[in-house]
């Protein structure tokens, strides 16, 4: 039984940070490109940030390169989103995905398996 489970999300004034992990099981985490993606209300869900499963390589979105900053523990079976200088606009529900042998992969519909998603509001 293959399972994501994202926490960190909240409120946090704009400016500030907020750090998002997304904890799996059921897998063999290291042969996983994992992604980050959002969706605010009455939007399409968009792409965020990718890690491939060897490591280090990342890919971010335009409107988040430069502010955030994705990870992961092998370890720990865990990928991170470090989020700083939140806008208002980075509001939504933030969903991590796993996708096998994936290298910069930004489609959605590629990715195998999703996390429930977490809340990011971030205010003015």
């Known amino acids: 039984q293959v399972q994501l489970v994202e926490s960190g999300g909240g409120l946090v004034q704009a400016g500030g940070s907020l750090r998002l992990s997304c904890a799996t099981s059921?897998?063999?985490?290291?042969?996983?490109?994992m992604g980050w993606f959002r969706q605010a209300p009455g939007k399409e869900r968009e792409f965020v940030a990718t890690?491939?499963?060897?490591?280090?390589?990342?890919y971010y979105a335009d409107s988040v390169k430069g502010r955030f900053t994705i990870s992961r523990d092998n370890a720990k079976n865990t990928v991170y989103l470090q989020m700083n200088s939140l806008k208002p606009e980075d509001t939504a529900v933030y969903y991590c995905?796993?996708?096998?042998?994936?290298?910069?992969?930004?489609?959605?519909?590629?990715?195998?398996?999703w996390g429930q998603g977490t809340q990011v509001t971030v205010s003015s």
């Open positions: 995905a796993a996708d096998l042998w994936a290298v910069r992969v930004v489609k959605d519909y590629e990715y195998d398996y």
């Open positions: 059921g897998l063999t985490f290291s042969r996983y490109g």
């Open positions: 890690m491939s499963w060897s490591g280090p390589s990342t």
